[in-house]
């Protein structure tokens, strides 16, 4: 019907979320769209207070306000600088901090090697993250990515990459189940990968 056209085109954004199909998007719109404890105005204006206050950190990719750019992590200077940890995305950073073990600095790729679903790494992150390495302050770089297919490929890429810039290489330990995710990790668990990674090889 197209007096319902405002609920298909929230159902069809809530359908671009990670993990949310088309059935959970529909649950998720009619229920804001029939709360009546202002639900709907108060996810607009969280949402529009998001988009107007937080970016991703200059230097990282974490995510940070804009008046903290670059973000705590990268401005601590108690942070072992000659240690970088290349993640997936921001959330990976969260888990990792969470589990207290690490206390160099990071990087986000903002995304993985994915062919069949047409996913690919941003050339300019690529670029942003050898150019890092080139400054000289780095001596490890720790690739902490999830234990799948599309993150073994994206290992393989970047340590092809790393290598010949001359910078020990290094990898989570597979404390992580296959198949899984660093999301869905315990800090515990979070914790034995990282003080158990071992140098990488193909």
């Known amino acids: 019907m197209k007096s319902l056209e405002p609920m298909q085109q929230v159902i069809a954004r809530l359908a671009r979320l990670p993990g949310v199909g088309r059935r959970s998007a529909e649950r998720m719109a009619y229920r804001i769209a ?22 991703c950190c200059s230097a990282c990719g974490n995510l940070t ?6 973000c705590t992590l990268c401005a601590d200077a108690r942070r072992d600088r000659s240690q970088l940890c290349v993640v997936e995305d921001p959330q990976s950073i969260q888990q990792l901090e969470a589990a207290g073990s690490y206390r160099g600095l990071y990087f986000c790729m903002m995304g993985k090697l994915s062919p069949m679903q047409g996913q690919d790494i941003p050339p300019a992150q690529v670029t942003a993250l050898l150019d890092r390495i080139r400054e000289g302050e780095v001596r490890e770089v720790i690739l902490a990515f999830d234990s799948d297919v599309e993150s073994d490929a994206t290992t393989s890429f970047l340590h092809q990459q790393l290598e010949q810039l001359g910078v020990q290489v290094t990898r989570l330990a597979f404390g992580i189940p296959a198949g899984s995710g660093i999301a869905y990790a315990d800090p515990v668990t979070l914790a034995r990968a990282m003080h158990g990674r071992q140098s990488y090889e193909t």
């Open 34 to 55: 029939t709360d009546r404890k202002g639900l709907a105005r108060d996810l607009a204006q969280a949402l529009t207070e998001l988009e107007s206050t937080v970016v």
């Open 65 to 70: 306000l804009k008046t903290e750019d670059p």
